[in-house]
């Protein structure tokens, strides 16, 4: 009897990224058509719990290699690099020509995610005077006054420039500074969330009975057919089109329980612009605060 040859395949990041510029370690620019190994130094695409190894496109690829109760042999690739899941019975030799089949996409995944693990550690707020951070598509920066009663107040005189404005002393700590924007944060999520929601639900002859936020790290919002709208808090970094999108999304599940042609057709009813919107959340990578 053959052995199915059946694949799942999953990206376990928030969505697909963007391509960006690859650069070398010496952070010599990226250049088309050269050998992945000029880039990327052999080895480099380690798993924490790496127990086998593979060549894939002239770099040696360390992965982790589990045997379950399952039908299919599943590739997942997140941060920590490469997992592969098989069924009892598939051997190896099986697995690994599975693998080599499927190395374009293997590499093009680990790619994009060692590309969105630097954006991420390069987009990590600094919780001090000058610092920055994503509010609804605009760069916000901190200003300590000591002299505002109000513990934040966003100002936006300078358009290109907006700051926000904490009344915290010139001599709070980095963790003051994290929970006072933070706190701030989700208010403005209530806030926005709210107002969102407010404004779509006629549109589209729903009515939605509360709002939860959520911090999870692969889903930008859900909804229950309670009427409970779950969206995630750090939609607050995105542009107000891609609120929408997801607002508009979530609402739409308070129709249709499903991803059905019926049920794109009620979000088109409002965003017309439904995919260029989702393409643009897909490729936007996520800065957390």
Request: aromatic fraction near 6%; glycine fraction near 6%.
């Amino acid at each position: 009897m053959g052995f199915p040859r059946l694949v799942q395949m999953a990206l376990d990041l928030w969505d697909a990224p963007s391509p960006v510029t690859l650069h070398a370690p010496n952070d010599a620019p990226f250049v088309p058509g050269a050998l992945l190994s000029e880039v990327v130094p052999v080895g480099q695409w380690q798993h924490p719990r790496a127990n086998r190894r593979i060549r894939l496109d002239h770099c040696d690829i360390a992965y982790e290699f589990q045997r379950g109760k399952r039908r299919t042999v599943g590739l997942t690739i997140t941060p920590d690099g490469l997992s592969v899941r098989a069924p009892r019975w598939t051997p190896v030799s099986e697995v690994e020509a599975l693998l080599r089949r499927k190395s374009d996409w293997v590499m093009d995944k680990l790619r994009e995610s060692g590309q969105r693990a630097q954006a991420l550690a390069q987009s990590r707020v600094q919780w001090v005077e000058g610092g920055a951070f994503d509010y609804l598509g605009r760069r916000v920066h901190l200003r300590i006054d000591p002299t505002q009663a109000a513990p934040c107040h966003l100002d936006d005189s300078e358009c290109d420039a907006p700051c926000l404005r904490l009344g915290l002393p010139q001599t709070a700590s980095e963790a003051q500074i994290r929970d006072t924007v933070q706190a701030w944060l989700m208010r403005q999520a209530v806030q926005v969330f709210e107002a969102r929601l407010s404004h779509f639900a006629p549109l589209l002859g729903v009515r939605w009975t509360r709002l939860r936020l959520s911090s999870a790290g692969k889903r930008w919002g859900s909804a229950s057919a309670d009427g409970t709208i779950r969206l995630n808090w750090r939609l607050l970094h995105q542009r107000l089109d891609m609120v929408d999108y997801v607002v508009v999304h979530e609402l739409s599940h308070l129709r249709h329980m499903d991803h059905s042609p019926q049920f794109w057709d009620v979000v088109a009813s409002v965003l017309p612009d439904h995919v260029e919107r989702r393409r643009a959340l897909n490729e936007a990578t996520p800065r957390s605060a």
